[in-house]
């Protein structure tokens, strides 16, 4: 049956792929939609998931009740299927049996009608693979793509059987999303490419969708915006991972090369590539790929220049003396190490982010001793009082990078 979001009259919309939430006569049923999950929650899921082939008894009272020590769980299970019935009646489904029990398999009624997106996402995937034609293959692969809002059930991600679905209808999504998007450049639909690539990269984080987009951006000439779009791609998988997605590479040099603008005058160019007043106090700050411009470029430069450049890592500290990953603290800590940092250095060193809690700086024409008095600025800036947090310093000579010294 078709999934519809919003609902339609006398069928049980029920949506789990990017959250859970059940609706009926255009209307979500209450107690679907806390934070904290409820036994009704758990069983409507398994019933509605599981429709055609049911639930055993037993693995639905260990899914309930877990390993809790309950005198009679066949009366636990029973009270837990007489409160759903009645919740499910005061939210105006009509007055039938809505839960079946045959030979110890419990069955979600044939008389309520349900539509469940991840059951038609499944569906239409299926039927794209037995279609011959490619604009009706095309057409079910992207209703299905944009079907598929997240990983199914995210708040019981931890939940074994959650688990192994939510790892199937990924690993679906992702064979789909490739293979429309490949029927996409087949037709040279850029606009809709560039559309399911943003959708993929919000539904399925980390898995370098932005690519598409990029790719599209690129094929439609707005060269800009594809720049604009790689440099927020690459500074959000450093921020958040730390690494730069392979995909990206690739794409940078295709941009390089397609990238133009129209004629101008120098003194045009010029305005428009000088730095306004308010940004050239402190240390430029700048994306991971303009830094890395800029170092090689750096680099060529001593060669002929006779200039002194140190690169410097930064990297905040736990309390206990180790990287700061986890902590909730983490990004607030890494803004004012990004502020105190561009505040302790001159105008002509370069700084940008690296991954989470961690920033690179270019010193430009300076010496060792002065990149510890550096160290020692940022040290008095960014540690309050007694906070045991701290930042640890690597610097490396660019023209020697194998004399590396570690400051505390």
């Keep these: 049956m078709e999934y519809k979001e919003g609902g339609e009259n006398g069928i049980l919309q029920v949506r789990m792929l990017g959250g859970f939430s059940m609706s009926w006569n255009g209307e979500r049923l209450a107690g679907v939609s806390k934070t904290k ?16 082939e049911g639930v055993r008894r037993e ?10 020590e309950i005198d ?14 009645k919740k499910l009646q005061r939210a105006g489904l009509p007055g039938v049996p809505y839960i079946v029990q045959k030979k110890g398999i419990f069955y979600w009624t044939d008389q309520v009608a349900v539509s469940e997106d991840s059951a038609r996402f499944e569906e239409l995937i299926e039927r794209a693979g037995r279609t011959e034609a490619p604009g009706e293959k095309l057409k079910d692969l992207l209703e299905a ?41 087949g037709n040279r639909d850029w606009q809709e490419l560039k559309k399911l690539g943003l959708h993929a990269a919000a539904a399925d984080p980390f898995q370098s969708w932005e690519a598409l987009t990029i790719e599209a951006l690129t094929a439609l000439g707005q060269y800009e915006e594809a720049g604009r779009q790689y440099n927020n791609t690459v500074d959000f998988y450093t921020r958040e991972q730390g690494v730069r997605p392979e995909e990206l ?17 120098l003194d045009i160019i010029q305005s428009d590539l ?13 994306a991971y790929p303009e830094f890395r411009g800029i170092y090689q470029m750096m680099k060529r430069m001593m060669g002929r220049g006779g200039q002194s450049v140190y690169l410097m890592l930064c990297t905040i500290m736990d309390g206990k003396g180790s990287p700061m990953k986890g902590s909730s603290a983490l990004e607030e800590l890494a803004e004012r190490l990004e502020r105190t940092l561009c505040q302790s250095i001159r105008s002509g060193d370069v700084v940008c982010r690296y991954g989470r809690g961690q920033y690179l700086a270019l010193l430009v024409n300076t010496t060792r001793e002065n990149c510890r008095i550096v160290q020692k600025r940022i040290d008095e800036k960014f540690v309050i009082g007694r906070q045991r947090i701290r930042v640890q310093y690597h610097v490396s000579g660019v023209s020697n990078p194998d004399e590396e010294e570690e400051g505390f």
């Design 37 to 52: 999950e409820t036994q009704f929650v758990y069983l409507m899921q398994l019933l509605l998931h599981y429709l055609k």
């Design 59 to 68: 693995f639905l009272e260990e899914v309930l009740f877990g390993d809790r």
């Design 72 to 85: 009679n769980i066949h009366n636990a299970m029973r009270s837990v299927v007489y409160n759903a019935k």
């Design 145 to 185: 793509c944009y079907l598929y809002r997240g990983e199914f059930l995210p708040q019981q991600a931890a939940v074994m059987w959650v688990a192994g679905e939510a790892r199937r209808f990924r690993e679906l999504f992702f064979s789909a999303t490739k293979e429309a998007a490949e029927l996409l450049r």
């Design 249 to 265: 590479r690739e794409l940078l040099e295709q941009l390089r090369k397609r990238m133009n603008h129209q004629y101008a005058v």
């Design 274 to 286: 000088a730095e306004k007043a308010e940004e050239q106090e402190g240390g430029y700050l700048c």
